[in-house]
């Protein structure tokens, strides 16, 4: 088993940076893809990020291609995602989770959930 609790979310202007984090309980962190999604007001969550067992293979959504990073430190049992170039569409409840498979970005693979971190960006 597995509980993951995300932090860093908050109130960020436009253009601004966030790090969220995702710390894990057990021993078996490394054995487990990880993943980043989101889930604004009155929408479905949505696939951000992922990546695989040792840190590689990440890759994004499109729509955060390019301005978010997602890594992992094993020895923390952390993972984290670095938001650069906020807008307010990125705006949403963030969510990390861990799955079985090496990396996916479907969230019906994914066992384990965090609780969430709001992040709102400001126009």
């Known amino acids: 088993q597995v509980q993951l609790v995300e932090s860093g979310g908050g109130l960020v202007q436009a253009g601004g940076s966030l790090r969220l984090s995702c710390a894990a309980s057990?021993?078996?962190?490394?054995?487990?893809?990880m993943g980043w999604f989101r889930q604004a007001p009155g929408k479905e969550r949505e696939f951000v990020a992922a990546i695989g067992l040792s840190g590689g293979n990440p890759y994004y959504a499109d729509s955060v291609k390019g301005r978010f990073i997602i890594s992992r430190d094993n020895a923390k049992n952390t993972v984290y995602l670095q938001m650069n170039s906020l807008k307010p569409e990125d705006t949403a409840i963030y969510y990390c989770?861990?799955?079985?498979?090496?990396?996916?970005?479907?969230?019906?693979?994914?066992?384990?959930w965090g609780q969430g971190t709001q992040v709102t960006v400001s126009s």
């Open positions: 989770a861990a799955t079985s498979l090496p990396r996916t970005s479907l969230p019906r693979f994914y066992e384990h």
């Open positions: 057990g021993r078996t962190f490394s054995r487990y893809g």
